[in-house]
């Protein structure tokens, strides 16, 4: 039985985002946290029991540990989960993805993660273009908790396409709730149990909250694109291919990584008048006029 259900994918569609309760089944969660005890050494302990000294904290940098792919092997397969390939490929109407992100995201109350977002769309850095309202170039953003969720502990918080109808979703950043108050008015938290997905969209806004309790937090960025648009993508794996681990992934997997990346070309399908006007946003002084002959 599928976990993203139609009932996700049709609220996906209509808000731009959807919540998978308890994604992970017990086996998957309780092999995590325990890939999870040897990458981020005191992490899940302190998160269980925040009375414990607070732990080391590499993953602000994206540390090569807290990187695809990881000491353990699962991590690895949750990064490739056949449930978030599925979904993606459904977004595009294909099979021909990759997975452009996998890395891990802690968190706890007093560090230097632990603040108030700005409210955004994410694909400022996952595209070097604009992201369309064109099916063919969506990317698929997923966000697992390996911890709880509660109101304290930092929940994501995220805004439905309804109160942004604009096409262009341009700027893609709001640091003041004056700015557009009716996006912060309307934010829902995402109050999860551990082992629960957040699916969202490069159009989508959202933001991190602040703790409000002592507490910690673990969970994954997974992102998967499809792999024919060269200017999609935001990690180049081949940095990361003098890692034993990388290398040994690579024997025993099917490589879905792309090898360039690029602005889409003049006379590209990619433009028409939505992403001439959205890239025009994002880059103001860029010269349009080769990309409307």
Not at 129 to 135: K, N, Q, R
Request: aromatic share 14%; with cysteine.
């Amino acid at each position: 039985m599928s976990k993203i259900t139609e009932a996700h994918a049709a609220h996906y569609r209509e808000h731009g985002y959807a919540v998978v309760d308890n994604f992970l089944d017990e086996e998957e969660l309780t092999g995590a946290l325990d890939d999870l005890r040897e990458v981020l050494p005191g992490w899940v302990e302190y998160c269980e029991d925040p009375t414990r000294p607070a732990p080391v904290f590499p993953s602000q940098s994206r540390a090569p540990t807290t990187v695809f792919p990881y000491r353990g092997d699962r991590l690895n397969a949750i990064t490739m989960h056949p449930e978030l390939r599925r979904f993606a490929a459904e977004n595009v109407g294909h099979n021909d993805i990759y997975c452009e992100q996998s890395h891990l995201h802690a968190k706890y109350r007093g560090s230097d993660l632990d603040r108030d977002q700005a409210m955004h769309c994410d694909f400022a850095n996952h595209t070097l273009a604009y992201p369309p309202d064109l099916p063919e170039y969506w990317q698929t953003a997923y966000l697992v908790y390996y911890t709880e969720v509660t109101a304290e502990l930092a929940p994501t918080a995220v805004c439905s396409w309804r109160h942004y109808p604009e096409k262009i979703r341009w700027p893609g950043v709001y640091r003041r709730r004056e700015e557009r108050p009716e996006i912060f008015d309307n934010e829902r938290r995402i109050i999860v149990p551990a082992g629960s997905l957040f699916i969202y969209s490069m159009r989508t806004f959202h933001r991190g909250t602040t703790f409000k309790a002592d507490g910690g937090r673990i969970a994954q960025f997974i992102t998967y694109a499809p792999a024919a648009w060269k200017w999609l993508g935001i990690v180049g794996w081949s940095a990361h291919g003098v890692k034993p681990e990388f290398r040994r992934w690579m024997e025993r997997a099917t490589p879905a990584e792309r090898e360039l990346l690029g602005f889409p070309p003049p006379k590209h399908p990619y433009w028409t008048e939505e992403t001439i006007a959205g890239v025009s946003a994002r880059y103001p002084g860029m010269d349009m006029a080769p990309y409307r002959g």
